[in-house]
């Protein structure tokens, strides 16, 4: 059995790998692998999103009755990182490198900051109240990714 804690951080360090593909990409100018290596990290945090967030957030809001409290504040994060996303986009489909690198500067910082508030203290917290759902939990990821 995997914990929710252990299973999310992997998801984390597999579109940080992305992540940085596609700025090594950019930098190297090579807008071919930077558009392949992008959508791929796009994609893989739409993922993450939406595991989070039609399944472990409201999973733990239900579960410890708190809705206004750490979950409330990745969702927001979540809508900061997906306007961050969108400009990215827009700079690999213009081809603008000094665009692209700056939005992965922002990106960088508030991605680093969110996953240390996930990994730390909300899957932990997760773990402990869900602990015992966490096999059925992680398996409704696979339902999201085939939809």
Not at 7 to 30: I, L, N, R, T, W
Not at 48 to 65: C, D, I, N, Q
Request: proline share 1%.
């Amino acid at each position: 059995m995997a914990s929710i804690e252990e299973f999310m951080a992997q998801h984390h360090k597999a579109c940080d790998a992305h992540f940085a593909a596609a700025e090594s990409a950019v930098g190297d100018d090579d807008w071919s692998a930077a558009a392949r290596e992008f959508d791929a990290f796009a994609k893989g945090m739409a993922h993450h999103f939406e595991m989070e967030e039609s399944v472990l957030f409201p999973a733990f809001e239900e579960r410890t009755g708190m809705d206004g409290g750490p979950t409330y504040v990745m969702r927001e994060e979540h809508e900061q990182m997906r306007g961050i996303l969108g400009a990215l986009k827009a700079a690999v489909a213009a081809r603008d490198a000094d665009e692209y690198l700056g939005q992965c500067e922002t990106l960088n910082v508030l991605m680093q900051q969110h996953n240390i508030k996930e990994e730390q203290v909300l899957y932990r917290m997760m773990d402990q109240h869900l602990g015992g759902e966490a096999d059925m939990l992680l398996g409704r990821f696979d339902e999201l990714a085939a939809a």
